[in-house]
Each structure stands twice: as structure tokens, then as C-alpha cells.
């Protein structure tokens, strides 16, 4: 009898813990998405903060017209969505791969990435490129698009973004759309519900839905978008591929000397290209400025233009008239990139003292 009551007792609680567990996996599942809700949601604050600014949605992807890839739509909105320097570090000018920058949109350097992450899946990276969970609609955002919200017209009813289908695009890819025409885990060119019963749309009036995988073919079609916006250029046609390996930046100093922010020196793997991120003229923190730490920074930098053969430079922020008699020593500097710096009347003269030898590349003043 004794025997009985126990197996009996044993049989309850196992059922019990089962419905507990099962209760618990669900909650967790549940807590993932609406935190993946949430940053959807994020993201299309953060598009509707560049239409306001730019009067259109960014291009799915900038390209030249050879067809060389620069920008993709998820950085093109990082100085909107984060305060981290990754906006000041990115040159809209040269393709995000390129051995000058690919460095930067790695994981080591690229918060930005994770921020596009579903919690609930497991792959998060490539190569050391953090993978994006969610993908363009290619109505709206593809090849040198500038499709505006007016364009759209039903913001509550259009689809901006939805969950990705494999294989994930990295960060800075110029290619990270999806065709809305395509029905929901049929194709790795459409949409997919990353295993769950649902996908997950956020539309074009920043709102989120969670649309069923059995949606009614009717209903999906009008999320796609007005016909008008169906894209013809065939060079918007996503081409999945696995990112390339980073050529990385192997030499690399940076001091705290306004207890604030940190200087930053990088110098490329050949050797060739400086760049140099730096606040040791900012007037706002003059006061602050431990010179004992600046001089040993020029030391430094010195050492560090001296490892290399520094043949072009480019330059963030408040960088200092000492900083500068630094790079004008490299003998072989050629180029200097200005157009980000805050005290450029200040350097400008500087470098002109050497124009025979070194191109000043700056954003033209209109005011003069």
C-alpha cells in the first residue's frame, strides 16, 4: 500500500514539474518576444527619425554605378538609434568592407549589430560580423531607394521590416531586403517566422504585428505595399553570400586623458592609412586636459606613424595643432580627410602649409 502511495506521489509531481516546465519555457519564449517586439519597434522609431530628417526612408543599399555596394539601410540609422561614436568612425564614402573600416563593423567593435538581434535564436554571428534578424521590405528600402512615407500611403496596413529568412545578413550589408510578394517561409529571398507560429512585421507607422504563417494570401498582399512602389531595377535581386574575413587593424593606441572620452590612433594593417579620433581640442574640455598624459599621447602617436608608412590620414572630431605637426612628419602623407572634424579653420591652415605635397579633401564651406 505504502508502495503504491509513493508511485503515485512520484507520477503527480512529475506531471506537475512538466506543467511548470512547460509553463516556464513558455514564459521565456513570451519575455524573447516581446523584447524582440521592442526593438522592432525601435528600429522603425528610429526610420521614421531619418524621414524626418533625410524627407524619405534610407536605400535598402548605397550603390555606386558600377554596382559597388557602400551603405546598407541598419548603419545608415545608427545615429539615430545609439550615443556610441560608430556614426563618426563609418565614411559614408568608401564601402563598408573596405580594408579601411571593415574593422569597425565587426564584433568587437559594432554594438549597433546586437541591437538587431532576435533573443530567441541562436546564431549571432559570421566571421566575426554580427548577424541582423530582420530584413527590409524590398518595396519600400532596396537599391538607391527613396521611397517617402507619402509614397506608401496606408502606414498602418505596409510593411517596413519583418523577421529575416536565411541566410542572416551581417551589419553592414548592402543587401538586407526581402521581396514582400513572396509568401512567408517559402523562399530565402522572402520573409520567414524564425521557427514560431508567427512572423513578426513592423509596419510602416512604427507599429509591430504578429502576423500567423497561415496568413490569408489576400492580407499578405496588401502589406506588400501599393503597386506603384514594386521595385523593376533587376540590380535589386538579393545575392546571399558568406561576408568576407576583416582585414584587421593591428596597431592601435588610445588614452582617457579627460577622464570623458578616449583618443583614439588606428593604424591600418599595411601601414598606410591613419585614422585618428580624437577630442584634445575640444574648448569644452581644455580645463580638463592632463598634460603629462598629452604629451606622453604625442609620444605615442609619434611611435605610431613611425611603425608604419602613413601615406593618407583621417580625422574625427577636436584634433589638436600638436596632433597634427605629428602626421605632417610622415614624409610620405598625401592625403588628409578633414570633412569630420569640428575645429577645421583652426588645422586647415596647417596642412595647407603643405599643400605641394598634401591633398585636403573637406566638405565645401558654403558660407565662404
Not at 551589419?171 to 520573409?191: H, K, L, M, Q
Request: charged share 20%; with cysteine; glycine share 6%.
Amino acid at each position: 500500500m505504502n508502495i503504491l502511495k509513493i508511485a503515485i506521489g512520484l507520477i503527480l509531481t512529475s506531471v506537475v514539474l512538466a506543467i511548470l516546465s512547460g509553463a516556464l519555457l513558455n514564459a521565456r519564449e513570451q519575455a524573447r518576444r516581446s523584447q524582440w517586439m521592442y526593438t522592432l519597434k525601435q528600429i522603425g522609431y528610429a526610420l521614421h527619425t531619418y524621414h524626418d530628417n533625410y524627407r524619405c526612408l534610407p536605400p535598402g543599399g548605397i550603390f555606386s554605378e558600377a554596382g559597388q555596394g557602400y551603405q546598407g539601410w541598419p548603419s545608415r540609422l545608427a545615429p539615430f538609434q545609439s550615443q556610441t561614436p560608430f556614426s563618426t568612425w563609418v565614411d559614408d564614402g568608401i564601402p563598408w568592407d573596405d580594408p579601411r573600416q571593415i574593422e569597425w563593423f565587426t564584433m568587437a567593435h559594432c554594438r549597433e549589430g546586437r541591437w538587431w538581434q532576435d533573443p530567441g535564436l541562436t546564431l549571432k554571428e559570421k566571421n566575426t560580423f554580427p548577424l541582423i534578424h530582420v530584413a527590409a521590405n524590398s518595396w519600400v528600402m532596396h537599391r538607391n531607394s527613396h521611397v517617402t512615407l507619402q509614397d506608401v500611403g496606408d502606414l498602418a496596413s505596409t510593411i517596413l521590416a519583418a523577421d529575416a529568412s536565411e541566410p542572416f545578413d551581417v551589419y553592414g550589408s548592402t543587401t538586407a531586403w526581402r521581396d514582400a510578394s513572396i509568401p512567408v517561409n517559402s523562399s530565402p529571398s522572402g520573409f520567414s517566422s524564425h521557427g514560431r507560429l508567427m512572423t513578426h512585421c513592423l509596419m510602416a507607422d512604427a507599429t509591430v504585428r504578429s502576423v500567423d504563417v497561415n496568413v490569408d494570401a489576400s492580407i499578405w498582399k496588401q502589406m506588400q505595399g501599393p503597386e506603384s512602389l514594386r521595385p523593376i531595377d533587376k540590380l535589386i535581386d538579393r545575392i546571399p553570400g558568406i561576408p568576407p574575413v576583416p582585414t584587421r587593424f593591428d596597431r592601435r593606441i588610445w588614452t582617457d586623458m579627460f577622464h570623458k572620452d578616449i583618443q583614439r590612433a588606428t593604424l591600418t594593417a599595411d601601414g598606410q592609412h591613419l585614422i585618428l579620433n580624437t577630442e584634445c581640442a575640444d574648448p569644452s574640455l581644455q580645463r580638463e586636459r592632463r598634460e603629462e598624459v598629452f604629451q606622453s599621447w604625442l609620444i605615442e602617436l609619434a611611435a605610431l606613424c613611425a611603425k608604419g608608412d602613413v601615406q593618407s590620414a583621417k580625422l574625427y572630431r577636436y584634433p589638436s595643432p600638436e596632433e597634427v605637426k605629428v602626421l605632417l612628419a610622415c614624409k610620405n602623407l598625401k592625403t588628409v580627410d578633414i570633412r569630420a572634424v569640428r575645429n577645421a579653420p583652426v588645422i586647415r591652415p596647417l596642412f595647407e602649409q603643405e599643400s605641394h605635397r598634401i591633398q585636403i579633401i573637406e566638405t565645401p564651406d558654403t558660407s565662404e
